[in-house]
């Protein structure tokens, strides 16, 4: 590869996005590769998401087409060549149709190897382009990418099956993992020494999904109701880094009665920082997504420190590596109580393996566009045996007991 053209997205204060190019930036320069950052123009300097769920649905398309017009300009300057890569940190990217428009009109010496990088798309049912109805479209919408596109790369081998199913057609890589920086995070908390230790954390229950019907948040205010029944000196708490808003309006509706009542602590508007500092000070991170992928929130809270539960479901269990203390049978009450009230207790044993794991994700999709075999290690797409690399956990687990 002679060059990189990275393609990230538009900043965000309440999303992982805020840090996303950093955590890149970092492993580029590490492996001393020659990027370019394609640039892109925001509508504004709000940072936040005004319509839509997962990123603001004017920004996203501004900032992606303007990014476009910068990526076509630097094409027609003849600055990118077939020993090149481009690489989109989505796989929606407005605009995107000009590259196979382009590349079948010009010599080979000016098409670049390109790569996405999948987040749901229609592959994923409880995604929000159901929600939103934008399923008919968007399917042909990835149809033409499949067709252009050197490899889409997928978080996890359950999205790898999803894709293969729907039939896409472009080389398939698993980068078994989202891309996240360590250091990074800690940095924000002024360093691996101020992760507070276990026993002086708040006996405190933290929710830090958006608050949308996929991520099933009644699933966890059922959960808080119960638990405190026994528990009474357990905080359960919602950390949003916008407004409390929904999908359903019934969710919020009840978080506020709950907080109202003393059930429930509700922070909003948070900073990156002040939601770390509020991790920082919290012994478990509880998550019972139908929809998540993996999760930034699951890194973030493993790196600071924060015992995590999750459901046995979809991604989660490659991302935990089997580890079935620190999942629980979905969607079982009886079992998400128990191994709550033993993860509220004592640090897990593995706390920092699976941000660690997922620390190495940017340098797993380097080494897919640079090394051929790393190509043979991560390619799902040959033939019909992607399903064999499902059960084995990609990292080794700490085995004593807790």
């Known amino acids: 590869m002679r060059k990189l053209f990275y393609c990230g997205l538009e900043s965000y204060e309440s999303r992982y996005t805020l840090q996303l190019t950093e955590w890149n930036q970092r492993v580029f320069k590490r492996r001393g590769l020659d990027v370019v950052y394609v640039p892109g123009q925001v ?3 709000s940072k936040k998401i005004s319509v839509g769920q997962v990123l603001d649905a004017h920004g996203r398309s501004y900032f992606g087409m303007s990014q476009m017009m910068n990526l076509v300009k630097l094409m027609q300057q003849g600055e990118v060549t077939s020993a090149d890569v481009i690489y989109f940190e989505d796989m929606f990217q407005p605009g995107i149709e000009s590259l196979p428009y382009i590349m079948d009109q010009v010599p080979a010496e000016h098409r670049p190897l390109i790569y996405v990088r999948c987040l749901a798309q229609s592959i994923d049912p409880d995604d929000f382009v159901h929600v939103c109805g934008m399923q008919k479209w968007m399917g042909l919408y990835e149809k033409m990418v499949n067709e252009f596109v050197t490899g889409v790369l997928a978080t996890n081998e359950e999205m790898v099956a999803h ?15 989202l891309a996240f920086g360590k250091d ?32 099933q948040p009644g699933f966890f205010m ?16 919602v950390f949003s880094g916008g407004p409390l808003r929904s999908n359903n309006d019934e969710y919020v509706k009840r978080a506020r009665a709950l907080a109202a009542a003393g059930k429930l602590e509700i922070h909003e508007n948070l900073s990156k920082n002040q939601y770390y500092a509020l ?3 919290s012994r478990v991170l509880f998550n019972c997504a139908l929809q998540d992928w993996v999760s930034n929130t699951v890194s973030e809270a493993d790196t600071l420190g924060c ?6 479901y979809r991604s989660f269990p490659e991302t935990f590596a089997n580890d079935h203390e620190r999942m629980y049978v979905p969607w079982s009450m009886d079992d ?20 660690d794991w997922n620390n190495g994700t940017v340098d797993r999709v ?28 990609k990292y080794p687990l700490i085995k004593d007991k807790m």
């Open 43 to 45: 509508l504004d300097n």
């Open 163 to 177: 894709m293969k199913i729907a039939g896409w057609t472009a080389p398939i890589y698993n980068i078994s993992g």
């Open 184 to 215: 990074e995070v800690l940095e924000r908390i002024g360093g691996v020494d101020n992760v507070r230790p276990f026993a002086e954390r708040r006996r405190r229950v933290g929710f830090a999904a958006r608050f949308d019907q996929e991520k």
């Open 222 to 237: 059922d959960l808080a109701e119960r638990f405190q029944e026994t528990n009474t000196d357990v905080v359960f708490a």
């Open 279 to 281: 991790v920082n000070d």
């Open 307 to 312: 015992n995590v539960l999750y459901p046995a």
């Open 336 to 355: 998400a109580t128990d191994k709550l009230t033993t993860l509220l207790n004592a640090p897990h044993r593995n706390i920092g393996l699976i941000s």
């Open 366 to 393: 380097v080494d897919i566009m640079t090394l051929p075999e790393w190509d043979t290690k991560w390619h799902r797409s040959p033939n019909w045996r992607y399903r064999e690399h499902v059960a084995k956990a």
